[in-house]
């Protein structure tokens, strides 16, 4: 509203509603609250222990004021594409539970972000929860952003989760990408190249040289597209190190 | 009606500053139930029935904070514009972390710009008070 992205006539404050504040683990999935301070998810330990990207990225956004009172659920719904949550959510494949006066539904993360500050929720919806799969053992994430600054929005940010087979084949991968579209992003060309296979740092070096085939990354007034699309290559190739080497220490 | 307008105007604690009125600075930094908030982005009657901590309530007795005292010695501050807010995210920041590094103390007042002091003497002085504070100064 500061920025004058919004104008409404009126505004309801949902920040009495203290039971949409919490996580936990429940039936194979750690079910975060739509309240849940950034700061809270950046300390908690079930996120720190089955989901450092998402502590990583909430340890990243904007400063300790901004962290202690920005909730997840606000940061989905604002859906800033240069924002840390929604492209840390969207690699650990979070659904986005949502309520409205006739009842509830989960939404997929990838179907959820339409376009610059646009999401799949409804006028009568607000979002209360998030959902996200406990990974299975030997997995790891990591969560990187490049910006102008500390505290400033990312130039180029990456989120990556890897899993591994005991004979260390990677069987699941995601590689995100924030800042560069008008959504987060999937790297598929990166994830194609990586799946399957037994992951050393040359077959990250050439995945991560893929990671924004096909897309032309949004100029603004932080960079140009060309300079955004090396920024991606290289902090892909670094975050995408640090989750396989987590997953193979079986954080 | 913004908590920084309603906490200036209304209740004259002129203490807590507006610098940008956009969220980026920090001036206008008080605590909201225990935890830093910037006030200019916060409507006042969001904050009804809440406990709130402006800088003056930072000192007691007419005694300055371990924190105050130190920023004064160790020139934490030249024209003063930012220093409430520099106190309140110091304070905060010591609160969870009564031995802070200093990259630590760097990130936690990330969120409060200075324009005069290049930030050295701010670090130097948290530095201090949280070593006096941790011996048992004033700290109230």
Same mark, same amino acid.
């Given at each position: 509203m500061k920025l004058r992205l919004a104008a409404p006539n009126a505004l309801i404050d949902i920040n009495g509603i203290t039971e949409l504040s919490y996580i936990r683990e429940e039936n194979g999935t750690i079910a975060i609250g739509a309240l849940t301070r950034h700061d809270e998810l950046s300390r908690n330990k079930i996120i720190q222990e089955k989901c450092v990207l998402l502590a990583e990225a909430a340890n990243v956004i904007a400063d300790q004021q901004v962290r202690n009172r920005g909730t997840i659920g606000g940061s989905l719904a604002h859906a800033d594409p240069t924002a840390d949550l929604p492209t840390a959510c969207m690699a650990v494949n979070a659904s986005i539970i949502t309520r409205s006066e006739s009842g509830s539904r989960s939404v997929a993360s990838r179907d959820f972000f339409r376009d610059f500050f646009t999401t799949? %929720?409804?006028?009568?919806e607000i979002i209360q929860e998030v959902r996200i799969p406990i990974p299975p053992p030997r997995s790891g994430g990591a969560y990187t952003k490049l910006a102008?600054?500390?505290?400033? %929005?990312? %130039?180029v940010a990456v989120a990556a989760q890897a899993s591994l087979r005991s004979?260390?084949?990677?069987n699941a991968i995601s590689v995100v990408l924030g800042g560069i579209g008008s959504t987060p992003t999937h790297a598929t060309e990166t994830e194609k190249l990586l799946l399957g296979q037994v992951i050393d740092d040359r077959l990250i070096r050439e995945a991560s040289l893929k990671a924004a085939e096909g897309i032309t990354p949004n100029p603004d007034f932080r960079a140009t597209s060309e300079l955004k699309l090396k920024i991606a290559r290289t902090l892909t190739e670094r975050t995408v190190k640090t989750a396989v080497s987590r997953a193979h220490g079986g954080s | 009606m913004l908590l920084v307008d309603f906490l200036r105007?209304?209740?004259? /604690?002129?203490?807590?500053h507006i610098g940008c009125d956009t969220g980026h600075c920090g001036a206008c930094t008080i605590m909201l139930n225990d935890v830093t908030v910037?006030?200019? /982005? /916060? /409507?006042?009657?969001?904050?009804?029935n809440s406990k709130i901590l402006t800088i003056e309530g930072v000192s007691a007795d007419g005694k300055l904070h371990s924190l105050q005292e130190a920023f004064l010695e160790h020139q934490g501050l030249q024209c003063g514009y930012c220093t409430p807010g520099m106190i309140l995210s110091s304070l905060f920041l010591l609160k969870r972390n009564p031995a802070p590094s200093e990259d630590e103390i760097k990130k936690a007042i990330d969120g409060n710009l200075c324009r005069c002091t290049g930030y050295l003497g701010i670090v130097k002085a948290v530095k201090a008070a949280a070593t006096r504070m941790r011996q048992g100064g004033v700290n109230h």
């Open positions: 799949a %929720l409804e006028r009568d102008k600054g500390h505290n400033d %929005l990312a %130039l004979s260390d084949v990677c | 105007d209304k209740l004259e /604690l002129t203490g807590t910037k006030s200019c /982005l /916060l /409507l006042a009657a969001q904050t009804n």
